[in-house]
């Protein structure tokens, strides 16, 4: 594979893009495979397009495999497999493989795909994180980049937290010479962790903020465990997320405050640093949280800002109701289930224009994807509804992507392109008309997809199922959802 892909690229012999990707060729073409179009590319014995190559799989020696440059196309007739009976005879197992894989009705070529990716591109930063995989980031992380906590804050907690804050010990761990001393007390020299934490204005501010908060820390307390769920357990939903806030907000304002005795001169007053901050974290807390003047049994930090703690800024909705097909159409919904790839599944329901119950399927899915499950039940609910003439068809699915890949079939995961390609062409030979749901009016589908995720067999229903009971009923009655943003 190696000398295929190179075999057009004039490199220099001592090049050294020639000798790093060599190296680390070996690692790089453990993902690369093709995906079969028409079979005249790919080499049906020494290339990888089922998982592995053929020859590799059955133990043939080099001598043996160069031998060997039929085709796929040679095994391919009129669209479909056609493996000699001695093949399929000697290698079952083999030949069930291979008439697994579904060729594209329309005639197309094979591509080379990268199977690690869903959508089998190889991008410079899939490659980097094939080499080097990438480790799960602090937990505090997902906390300091909210929509309420302002750029330039999250930066600078980010750096904090991170150790890379350019603070006197920093510049002068990296050769700096110089003489330090912190500018808000004036009796240390300055540190990371003396100026936002230990220095005696840090600490007294950290300690007039617990009490606004009603919280007790262990003594030894870091500034990463500020964000840990075991010591604000004590905290409601909006509580702890205005402690968020108000952290980083804090270790914004104390950087802003040094750099501007540091440079613009002068000394720190508490009184004027905490009308700057509370003027700061007003300006990030009116983002989310509603306005108001009643007295509050909440932490006083509430009544401080003004602002509720019942509820961050009161949601918009959308009213949502499942409707009945027009005369004579008959109607499905779908819905993909995936918790991980060991738990996925797909569910559909099929009704008529009465709202009656006509026929229902579930069943479980080995993908490694989300987007595999929705797919995979359209594709069902078309099968269904071909087989059994429910034409015209409205179809209604919760799944923005999968009316993206409608109108973009080339862009769907690999592992499933050929089907949704084939799936597409038979749908535009067909009245179907394909339409988005939100999630709250397809409760009849989840609940089809969670019962295939979680059973080991495909079901069909004729009649409705005890679990579909109710929420058939609040579809069938009209009654409405609302989905809240």
């Known amino acids: 594979m190696l000398g295929r892909c190179l075999s057009c690229v004039h490199l220099y012999q001592f090049s050294a893009r020639s000798v790093c990707l060599k190296k680390l060729w070996p690692r790089l073409s453990e993902g690369v495979q093709w995906l079969v179009g028409n079979g005249n590319s790919i080499r049906f014995w020494r290339d990888n397009w089922l998982g592995e190559t053929i020859a590799s799989s059955l133990n043939y020696v080099q001598e043996v495999q160069k031998l060997l440059n039929d085709k796929v196309s040679c095994f391919i007739a009129n669209g479909r497999w056609n493996l000699p009976s001695s093949f399929c005879r000697t290698l079952p197992t083999l030949a069930q493989s291979i008439h697994s894989i579904e060729l594209p009705e329309e005639p197309s070529p094979d591509q080379v795909i990268w199977s690690e990716t869903a959508s089998g591109s190889l991008t410079s930063s899939d490659a980097y994180n094939a080499l080097d995989p990438p480790t799960p980031g602090p937990s505090w992380c997902k906390h300091i980049w909210h929509a309420a906590i302002q750029p330039r804050k999250s930066v600078t907690t980010w750096k904090v937290l991170h150790g890379k804050i350019q603070t006197d010990d920093f510049l002068q761990i990296r050769g700096t010479c110089l003489c330090s001393r912190c500018l808000l007390c004036g009796s240390n020299s300055e540190s990371r962790i003396h100026l936002f934490q230990t220095c005696e204005i840090a600490s007294s501010l950290w300690h007039w903020l617990r009490h606004l908060f009603r919280l007790r820390f262990p003594p030894g307390t870091s500034l990463r465990d500020f964000f840990l769920d075991n010591l604000l357990s004590s905290l409601d939903y909006s509580s702890r997320l205005l402690w968020y806030i108000v952290v980083c907000n804090l270790l914004w304002c104390i950087w802003q405050e040094r750099n501007k005795i540091k440079f613009d001169g002068g000394t720190f007053c508490l009184p004027r640093f905490k009308q700057f901050f509370t003027l700061s974290l007003r300006e990030s807390v009116r983002l989310i949280f509603a306005s108001s003047s009643r007295a509050s049994t909440a932490a006083p930090i509430f009544?401080?800002?003004?602002?509720?703690?019942?509820?961050?800024?009161?949601?918009?909705?959308?009213?949502?109701?499942?409707?009945?097909?027009?005369?004579?159409?008959?109607?499905?919904?779908?819905?993909?289930?995936?918790?991980?790839?060991?738990?996925?599944?797909?569910?559909g329901i099929f009704r008529n224009s009465e709202a009656a119950f006509l026929g229902a399927f579930s069943c479980k899915a080995i993908v490694p994807w989300a987007i595999d499950t929705e797919l995979l039940a359209v594709m069902a609910v078309v099968k269904v509804a071909r087989d059994?003439?429910?034409?015209?068809?409205?179809?209604?699915?919760?799944?923005?992507?999968?009316?993206?890949?409608?109108?973009?079939?080339?862009?769907?995961?690999?592992?499933?392109?050929?089907?949704?390609?084939?799936?597409?062409?038979?749908?535009?030979?067909?009245?179907?008309?394909?339409?988005?749901?939100?999630?709250?009016?397809?409760r009849v589908a989840d609940k089809l997809a969670n019962f295939g995720a979680t059973n080991d067999n495909p079901t069909w229903w004729d009649s409705i199922p005890p679990f579909l009971l109710s929420s058939f009923g609040h579809d069938y009655s009209a009654q409405m959802d609302y989905r809240f943003r």
């Open 303 to 347: 009544g401080l800002l003004g602002i509720s703690p019942l509820r961050p800024m009161a949601p918009r909705y959308i009213p949502v109701t499942w409707t009945p097909p027009p005369e004579n159409w008959f109607k499905a919904n779908s819905d993909g289930s995936f918790r991980d790839p060991n738990h996925a599944g797909f569910g």
């Open 388 to 442: 059994r003439n429910w034409f015209p068809l409205w179809l209604e699915t919760d799944s923005m992507l999968v009316m993206h890949y409608l109108k973009n079939p080339s862009r769907v995961p690999w592992r499933l392109r050929t089907r949704w390609k084939n799936c597409v062409a038979s749908i535009s030979q067909l009245q179907v008309h394909i339409s988005h749901i939100y999630r709250e009016g397809n």
